[in-house]
């Protein structure tokens, strides 16, 4: 899976705020299975562990959104939420950066 981003590049699901919306309503086990070793590093702040991108998946079920960069009280430099279909689950993810 991968996300089109705004810059006209494909990044893996992993290294976006909306793609991590998406990994965090998948069931544990499909995440698990996508990611296996070292995730590659597309900015300083790319997750390259599966125990950090679990942390961050963990940030995003709990609070409902994910924020990119710094969080909401210092000026985000992205977020997204999920867009949730009728019988609850993540259809896709909103976001903007």
Known sequence: MAAHNWLDRHLPLYATVGGKILLAHLPEAEVESRFVGSLPRYTPRTVTDLDG?????????????RWCGRRPSRSPLGS???????????GDAVGFS
């Open 53 to 65: 991108l679990r942390a961050q998946l963990n940030e995003v079920r709990a609070d409902g959104c």
């Open 80 to 90: 997204a939420t999920p867009a949730l279909l009728q019988d609850g689950t993540t």
